[in-house]
């Protein structure tokens, strides 16, 4: 599996932020997909996961703010932010969890929120 996100850039503090991953190969294999993301000096932390039956998981930081989607025919997962504010500027990182228990990273895309 492997994985392309896109989205991210500079968005202005209270406002929104669409990231969307795709996951090519064999998506089937694929349970969880999410992401994560990682600010400076920071240990990476969940931002949001869902997986294959639609259960999600969201980190209190953007609870009531974050919304995740999958397609599973697509291979594809889309996480919506609101109300963003400059501690949620990071480098955010797609990942997926496979049936197979390995765990598969994008190359990261970085979010900031100027003060």
């Known amino acids: 599996v492997q994985l392309q996100a896109s989205g991210g850039g500079s968005v202005q503090a209270g406002g929104s932020l669409v990231l969307s991953c795709e996951a090519s190969?064999?998506?089937?294999?694929?349970?969880?997909m999410g992401w994560y993301r990682q600010a400076p000096g920071k240990q990476r932390d969940l931002v949001a996961h869902?997986?294959?039956?639609?259960?999600?998981t969201y980190a209190d930081s953007v609870m009531g703010r974050a919304t995740i989607s999958r397609d599973n025919a697509k291979g594809t997962v889309l996480l919506r932010m609101n109300s963003i504010e400059p501690v949620d500027t990071a480098v955010y990182y797609c990942?997926?969890?496979?049936?197979?228990?390995?765990?598969?990273w994008g190359s990261g895309t970085q979010v900031t929120v100027p003060a």
């Open positions: 190969g064999n998506i089937f294999s694929i349970d969880y």
């Open positions: 869902i997986t294959r039956g639609g259960v999600r």
């Open positions: 990942y997926v969890h496979t049936y197979q228990s390995v765990d598969i």
